[in-house]
């Protein structure tokens, strides 16, 4: 265990908060002293039972635990991802400047499959194949799974602009999805973007068997690989799969999947930006990446959001927060933060293999507001846990309706002011125990000027960098995901018997019985 960590925790812990979130609320220049900004993204954490004194003390938490120092490890590509003993350089694939710091034959591959996937990404905008303007592109079939949809889907929703072509996702290994959309597209208008590092993710090339076998079967093999494009770092496998070389995009192995949208995972989604779009998305992400290497811890962003998460969940023990954009572009955003947030920080050793005795990772979830209030809410004014809320929204929207937008802004508003103050906050007792609201409930609010590329990049890199200053704190590694394999390797074991009655599986599973069941209905 973090013995430092351990004692820092109760040393900032022997002071109870002595004013309600009601009476900070009404401090002067609360906001000012709770609040920072980088190039038009405000952080307004006012809305929490931190106070200075305590701020201050997290500040030096993170001082003490070494952030500074393990920022610097991180830009300058040590091995920080020590248990597969590689660096995560993600932040290369959006800055020329730090991609100057990777070997130079690596560089040179990154950059020229930079600007090969922004031709590929031009001629799908335009309605066809690359190099093949006789070849049309209506549809692309981007098939992967976790942050190989995740992030491009949520590009798509969010800055997808009018073009000819439409992009659509396949990642459950689920066959629905598959079969209705295959039953409605023209394998001789659709390109297929099969996307997985290994190349050996079961979901995804089963996906991408039977989408090959279906334009094969209309069209003919050569036509068929000729409308196949994959992303990963297996060329090998890649190779094996039958995937023709010009039509295959470069991932590093130092590019985690849940970090890979600045990557060519994303190029399903470049087709659908505006010109230029997604160079205007590395470029905000770049900007936040200075602005967390450069900032004072004090008026860092990552570094605040960080410290206020660490609050909630080691100081005050709250288990779950929830992420509630007040923008329907944004409805993906959720299940984005969800794999960012869990997958890196859901870890239970710390960087020796010790056990931990301390709290990381909460459960993170939600949903878009409004829709979220009249479901998500009701436990989150009056429910028995308390969860902390990150509302997100832009000033300025993309349409013309101002009251609408209006309103929008008011119910996000509205709810971050009742969750803290309740009731009360209405200047009138309420007697009825059904009808009261106590409040004392945190949030905080990220605004955007815009929701636009630029704005989109810093905001995604941000909550990397504060995934990041977290798992310093926490001493732990954000950047491996072996929980995410047992599942797999335990499946591959399963199948066979669901497949052949005649087959079992280890007494030790437990299943016996329940495999009986389902053999009995089939």
Sequence with gaps: MNQDFLRLLQKYNTEPVQKSLSELLCEPDRFKKFSAQSNGLLLDSSRTTIGSESMQQLLTLASECGVEKARQQLFDGESVNYTENRPALHMAMRSDDLLAGVDRETAARVTENRQIMFRFASAFAAGHLPGRPEQPVRHIIHIGIGGSVLGPRLLIEALGADTSVKVHFLASIDAHLRTELLASLDPAETAVVVVTKSFTTGETLMHARRVLDWMEQAIGRQAALQRLFAVSGNQQAVDAFGVVRDNTLYLPDWVGGRYSIW????????????????????????????????????????????????????????????????????????????????????????????????????????????????????????????????????????????????????????????????????????????????????????????????????????????????????????????????????????????????????????????????????
């Design 263 to 522: 990557s060519a995972v994303s190029l399903s989604a470049a087709a659908v930006m505006a010109e230029g779009g997604f160079a205007q998305f590395l470029r905000g992400a770049a900007d936040m990446d200075r602005h967390f290497q450069t900032a004072a811890l004090e008026e860092n962003l990552p570094v605040l959001m960080a410290l206020t998460d660490i609050w909630h969940r080691n100081i005050c023990a709250y288990p779950a927060q929830a992420v509630i954009p007040y923008d329907h572009r944004l409805r993906s955003l959720p299940a984005y933060l969800q794999q960012l947030v869990m997958e890196s920080n859901g870890k239970s050793v710390d960087h020796q293999g010790r056990q931990l005795e301390y709290d990381t990772s909460p459960v993170l979830f939600g949903e878009p507001g409004t829709d979220a209030q009249h479901s998500l809410f009701q436990m989150f004014h009056q429910g028995t846990d308390i969860v902390p809320l990150s509302f997100i929204a832009a000033i300025r929207p993309d349409h013309a309706d101002t009251e609408a937008h209006a309103g929008l802004l008011a119910n996000m508003l509205a709810q971050a002011t009742a969750l803290a103050t309740g009731t009360a906050g209405l200047g009138e007792q309420v007697q009825d125990p059904h009808r009261q609201m106590h409040g004392e409930r945190p949030s905080v609010v990220l605004l955007m000027d815009k929701l636009d590329p630029y704005s989109l990049g810093q905001l995604l890199a941000m909550y990397e960098h504060k995934v990041f200053v977290e798992s310093v704190i926490w001493d732990i590694n954000p950047f491996d995901q072996f929980g995410v394999e047992l599942g797999k390797v335990v499946a591959k074991t399963i199948q066979p018997a669901l497949e052949d009655e005649s087959l079992g599986v280890p007494a030790s599973y437990g299943l016996a019985a329940i495999l009986d069941y389902i053999h009995s209905k089939k």
